[in-house]
């Protein structure tokens, strides 16, 4: 498949948030692993903003131990606090040069080798949900055109997460994403469960758990806390696992 054609299947996936029943886990899942293939940049995570001064991320996207390492500080300072607060993309240069009031997020990132950073708002108009982080090892940059790219995808995300927002129900989209941090336990857990059973790396494990909600159309966390409490894909009374 050319990355044009992924390019177009990532912006229809993400046009799936404007029917009903979405899952926001799944979603937030799919922007980060379709930024991850198609843009140059090593490790990205979705940090989302919630009310209180820090970011979090929900997505349960099984971080290499040096993305692991760097979400904590980056949830406090740094570019995607940055891209979230001033609702524009920050794209800074080298983590070598980062601003000093950057210092912890920048000392986790380069110690666990990253050498650039980027961020880019999830936001439409006035509201803006948190921040696609975008992290890279390499000598150079995110290219503008990745940049740009990235905003595209996070916009999209944006438009649909806003879109299923009832009206006169400004803090549905807030409530949203708490459940979907909650989500995310159980989500690992039956992540975990897979993995060990079935002798499946972590990637494959969660694709499991994806591509059955989405076969069977049962919400992403629906599918987990039926693994987590029955050891099963599905209910009991189904044939199968």
Not at 27 to 41: E, F, G, K, N
Not at 52 to 62: E, F, I, N, R, W
Not at 68 to 90: E, H, S, Y
Request: aromatic content about 4%; overall charge negative.
């Amino acid at each position: 498949m050319s990355r044009e054609e992924k390019i177009a299947r990532t912006f229809v996936h993400l046009a799936d948030s404007l029917v009903d029943d979405y899952d926001v886990i799944d979603l937030l899942q799919h922007l980060t692993l379709s930024c991850r293939d198609l843009l140059d940049a090593t490790d990205v995570a979705v940090l989302l903003a919630y009310p209180g001064p820090d970011l979090y991320s929900p997505v349960p996207c099984d971080p290499s131990p040096a993305l692991a390492a760097v979400l904590d500080p980056a949830a406090r300072q740094g570019p995607a606090v940055d891209a979230c607060r001033t609702a524009a993309a920050v794209a800074p240069g080298p983590l070598a040069t980062a601003p000093a009031a950057w210092r912890d997020f920048t000392e986790a990132a380069r110690r666990t080798g990253y050498t650039h950073a980027a961020a880019v708002p999830v936001r439409l108009r006035r509201d803006t949900l948190g921040s696609l982080l975008l992290l890279s090892t390499g000598d150079g940059p995110l290219p503008p055109a990745d940049l740009r790219l990235a905003q595209a995808f996070a916009d999209a995300t944006a438009l649909g997460l806003l879109n299923a927002r009832p009206a006169g129900r400004p803090h549905t989209i807030s409530e949203q994403l708490h459940d979907a941090l909650h989500s995310r336990i159980v989500i690992e857990q039956a992540k975990g469960f897979l993995a060990e059973r079935d002798s499946l790396s972590a990637d494959d494990a969660f694709a499991a758990l994806r591509d059955h909600a989405r076969r069977h159309g049962v919400p992403l966390t629906e599918v987990a806390r039926t693994v987590v409490t029955t050891g099963r894909l599905r209910p009991p009374t189904a044939t199968g696992n």
